[in-house]
């Protein structure tokens, strides 16, 4: 028989399975660096969780750039990630991480961490009960977190475009009455009181006619900034017509909210203006009411609005409860 048709020796079938071998090892390299650079260059953080033994067992390459921290020390140490967490968030993200065990299903988690820098940024961080167990047999929690801080800013940006009111910055009138009626809600549910304020500027058309339009904005920021000052930091305040706003003082009662209105037309009262050569001021009407049993918020505006209109017929500059 010919040497090349013999069966390979022993040594030769080791050799063999050698080489395959190390080819085998050689192609799993490449492939985990390709895909470990792949996972470096998306912008999202993969991370698994050994529940049991409450430690990160994986965390994908992008978590250094988007933490600012060490990979390595929190693969040793789960504390790590308690600590990026912000504090006020802390309880949140902790309790949602444990709910994913109970529901199994994915839970949608906003919270912000504190980056290695210093910098504070807000994570997605979606996470699941994996259906491959530790090797132990104990669950194992996966989750993906996003960075999400330019969304969370863009988010806050059109909340604050929607409910802002853009000569004065104070509340605009659909997002004043959207509020009120929640305060109504929780005085009704509560039991306490509530007062109602409708004001108007004196006389605006000629402060318009006489001194300009641009100066008749500037009345209305000053008057805002003026309310803003007066009032509380649970009140409601909101421009809600041309030269109209409005007020809810929850918790208060009548001779409270009085008070309140009193010292607006004081700060009002002191204001000036200046426009060219002259020099002038300006005066508000208010009218008040108080929550009574069964009011509903048309109600409570409908009284104010009367009763503003008596402060206008009485002369202006005054309040009148309604
Ligand atoms: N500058 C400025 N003027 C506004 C704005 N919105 C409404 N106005 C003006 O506010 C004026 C309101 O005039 P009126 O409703 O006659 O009220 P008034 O002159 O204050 O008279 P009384 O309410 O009786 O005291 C009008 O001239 C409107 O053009 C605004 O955003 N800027």
């Given at each position: 028989m010919d040497d090349n048709t013999q069966a390979p020796s022993e040594l030769e079938t080791?050799?063999?399975?050698?080489?395959?071998?190390?080819?085998e090892v050689e192609r799993l390299r490449e492939r985990e660096q390709l895909v470990s650079s792949l996972l470096g260059s998306v912008n999202v953080v993969l991370w698994a969780f050994d529940w049991q033994q409450q430690r990160v067992v994986y965390v994908s390459p992008a978590y250094e750039q988007m933490f600012g921290?060490?990979?390595?020390?929190?693969?040793?140490?789960?504390?790590?990630?308690?600590n990026s967490i912000y504090p006020d968030d802390m309880?949140?993200?902790?309790?949602?991480?444990?709910?994913?065990l109970d529901s199994g299903a994915v839970e949608q988690r906003e919270y912000r961490i504190i980056r290695g820098d210093g910098q504070i940024r807000w994570l997605s961080d979606k996470c699941f009960v994996s259906s491959r167990q530790t090797p132990d047999g104990q669950p194992l929690i996966v989750g993906i977190a996003e960075d999400i801080t330019e969304k969370k800013q863009l988010q806050g940006e059109l909340h604050r475009l929607a409910t802002t009111d853009v000569?004065?910055?104070i509340h605009n009138r659909r997002y004043f009455f959207e509020s009120a009626e929640r305060a109504l809600e929780q005085a009704r549910g509560n039991g306490h009181e509530l007062a109602f304020l409708l004001f108007d500027i004196d006389d605006f058309k000629k402060i318009n006619d006489s001194h300009g339009h641009q100066t008749g904005d500037r009345v209305l920021q000053r008057i805002a900034h003026c309310g803003a000052y007066v009032l509380r930091r649970d009140d409601l305040f909101g421009r809600i017509g041309g030269e109209e706003f409005a007020a809810i003082f929850p918790g208060c009662d009548a001779p409270q909210a009085k008070q309140m209105a009193e010292r607006l037309q004081r700060e009002v009262q002191r204001l000036s203006f200046?426009?060219?050569?002259q020099t002038f001021g300006v005066t508000i009407s208010q009218g008040l009411t108080s929550l009574g049993p069964d009011d509903s918020l048309e109600a409570l505006y409908v009284r104010a609005d009367e009763a503003m209109y008596h402060a206008k017929r009485n002369g202006k500059n005054c309040i009148v409860l309604g």
């Open positions: 080791l050799t063999l399975g050698l080489l395959h071998s190390r080819g921290r060490s990979a390595a020390l929190l693969l040793s140490d789960y504390g790590e990630w308690l309880e949140y993200a902790a309790q949602s991480l444990a709910a994913v000569l004065t910055g200046t426009a060219g050569a």
